[in-house]
């Protein structure tokens, strides 16, 4: 098996995570919706599970939502906000070039729908600047946007800020945490956000759950509509049957990371260096504001190699990804070509993702560094 080393697409599920909610499909198979003992019992898990992952966010159980993932509450949070902006006139909407799909695919949906989108560039630093999304907020601004980290640079957003200044104007603030819940966890605390976008996938948990977020904006609950209709369930912001397994299964994962995520961080950053230190010798660029980039995530461009000719031969060793997971293995990274980047950067560049179990040294490199090598060779 080649060594894994896509953790931003989806990681390894923890076993103490698996166990957890093997025990709950085994035993613990009632509808929490049902008025009997087995669906009580049901129900008691879903409320610890609501309330871990209200602790590690420093918010109310009653404000934690669970969905399918991020994906699902991005949309909910764009679409399901349409209508309030449409009554109110506010149909301006301000995000930036480099969200996740999840994201710029509602947007896009919106603009055919009236709505005004703008995007906010970003340079080559993968970092958006404060004052160029707080310049577009206007008077009839519905919505801001900004994902925490992202997903193919690792480069995080000065998200704190912008929430502090929204937080004193009646713009709602939207953060697409897929790739930080459970991992910065004391800067998600004291983000002043409206709504939150969460995954169980990328932090160890299972992948079909994930949660969204929504708080008091001053002393107003934004007034999200459902997307689907059903049964009521989630306040009836999302229903359909509560999914008992992954929820125990999200809420058990958002519990080991309030215990153990700084010691990961730290075996995150040892990796790290021991990457770069391995890489030393190869000819490579790191794309994006290094000051700003997360612990596990390098994305890394080897000029003149073609990304997809080098994922290939390599494949047997190790697994990366060019790009995000969710984008079409053909079509160039959005997120790269918003930065700005020269086309033989973007072409040459790959993402490696890891977690704090993935073994420290040696990396299998010597394909790539042989590619690279003979490739530096070929060109001199
Ligand atoms: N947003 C970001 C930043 C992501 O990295 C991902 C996953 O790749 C998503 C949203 C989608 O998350 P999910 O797979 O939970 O739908």
Not at 210 to 226: E, F, K, M, N, S
Not at 243 to 268: H, M
Request: negative net charge.
């Amino acid at each position: 098996m080649p060594l894994y080393m896509d953790y931003n697409a989806s990681s390894p599920i923890d076993s103490r995570v698996l166990d957890t909610m093997v025990d709950v499909y085994h035993n613990y198979y009632g509808n929490p919706s049902s008025h009997h003992q087995f669906g009580e019992e049901a129900n008691r898990l879903v409320k610890h599970a609501r309330s871990l992952i209200a602790e590690i966010l420093s918010v109310e159980p009653n404000e934690v939502f669970f969905t399918s993932g991020a994906t699902e509450s991005n949309n909910i949070v764009i679409l399901g906000l349409a209508r309030l902006g449409r009554e109110k006139g506010k149909m301006h909407i301000v995000s930036t070039t480099i969200e996740h799909k999840a994201v710029l695919e509602p947007l896009k949906y919106l603009a055919t729908q009236g709505f005004e989108i703008e995007l906010v560039p970003v340079g080559s630093s993968g970092r958006v600047e404060v004052d160029e999304v707080l310049k577009r907020v206007r008077p009839d601004t519905l919505l801001v946007s900004v994902m925490h980290a992202n997903n193919e640079t690792g480069i995080i957003q000065p998200v704190e800020e912008i929430g502090q200044e929204l937080s004193k104007s009646d713009t709602y603030f939207h953060i697409d945490a897929a790739q930080t819940f459970g991992k910065l966890v004391e800067e998600l605390k004291v983000i002043r956000f409206d709504l939150l976008s969460l995954s169980g996938h990328k932090i160890y948990g299972p992948q079909g759950i994930g949660a969204l977020i929504r708080r008091r904006h001053g002393y107003q609950i934004p007034r999200v509509d459902p997307i689907m209709w059903g049964g009521g369930h989630e306040d009836s912001l999302r229903p359909g049957t509560l999914p008992v397994a992954l929820i125990v299964g999200l809420g058990k994962t958002a519990e080991l990371s309030a215990k153990e995520y700084e010691e990961r961080r730290v075996q995150n950053r040892k990796i790290r260096k021991s990457i770069l230190k391995q890489l030393q010798n190869l000819n490579h660029i790191l794309i994006g504001d290094q000051e700003h980039a997360i612990s596990h995530t390098l994305c890394v461009s080897f000029p003149d190699i073609n990304n997809e000719a080098l994922k290939i031969v390599i494949k047997d060793d190790i697994a990366i990804s060019n790009g995000s997971a969710c984008t079409n293995r053909y079509e160039s990274s959005h997120v790269l070509t918003a930065m700005e980047l020269e086309p033989r950067i973007i072409e040459s560049t790959v993402r490696i993702s890891w977690g704090p179990t993935v073994s420290l040294y040696p990396l299998p490199l010597e394909k790539m560094s042989t590619i690279i090598a003979n490739n530096i060779s070929s060109h001199n």
